[in-house]
C-alpha cells in the first residue's frame, strides 16, 4: 500500500520500523537510529546491503534467515556503569560496539560522507 502510494501519488511517507524487510520494500533512503541519533542513512539498497556503522550492520544481520547454520553476530556487553560512562563523553553505541576504538570512548563522530552514504562512525573518520 505504501508503495503503491507513493508511485502513484509522488508523495513522501517516513516511515518508522524496526522492520528493515518492510523498510527495504517501501523506501528509497532510509536512516538507522540508535538512541535517538541518526548513525547512518543513504540509499536504502547502499545502507541495507553495505552497512558501514556496526550497529547499521547488527541490525541488518538480526533479520530472521531461513538457514539453521546460519551464525548470528553478537555485540560486545558491557556493564551499566561502563555503558553509562560512554552515554556522557562519547560515542553512544561504544558500549555495545564491535569495532570500539580508544577514540570512540571520548568523542563524538561526527557526519562522514561514505559513498554518498552519511556515517557516524569513527572507523571512517581517518583518525
Not at 38 to 67: C, F, K, T, W
Not at 91 to 116: H, L, N, Q, S, W
Request: glycine share 6%.
Amino acid at each position: 500500500l505504501f508503495k503503491k502510494l507513493r508511485d502513484e501519488l509522488g508523495v513522501s511517507i517516513l516511515y518508522i520500523t524496526h522492520d528493515l524487510a518492510t523498510a527495504y520494500y517501501v523506501s528509497d533512503r532510509i536512516a538507522i537510529m540508535f538512541r535517538g541519533n541518526i548513525v547512518e542513512m543513504g540509499a536504502v539498497e547502499q545502507v541495507l546491503m553495505n552497512p558501514r556503522h556496526p550497529y547499521s550492520r547488527l541490525l541488518r544481520d538480526s533479520i530472521p534467515q531461513a538457514d539453521p547454520k546460519k551464525r548470528w553476530t553478537t555485540a560486545i556487553t558491557l556493564s551499566e556503569l561502563e555503558q553509562e560512562e560512554y552515554l556522557r563523553r562519547g560515542c553512544k553505541f561504544a558500549g555495545r560496539c564491535p569495532d570500539v576504538m580508544e577514540i570512540c570512548k571520548g568523542v563524538v563522530p561526527t557526519d562522514i560522507y561514505v559513498d554518498d552514504v552519511l556515517v557516524k562512525c569513527h572507523k571512517y573518520s581517518g583518525t
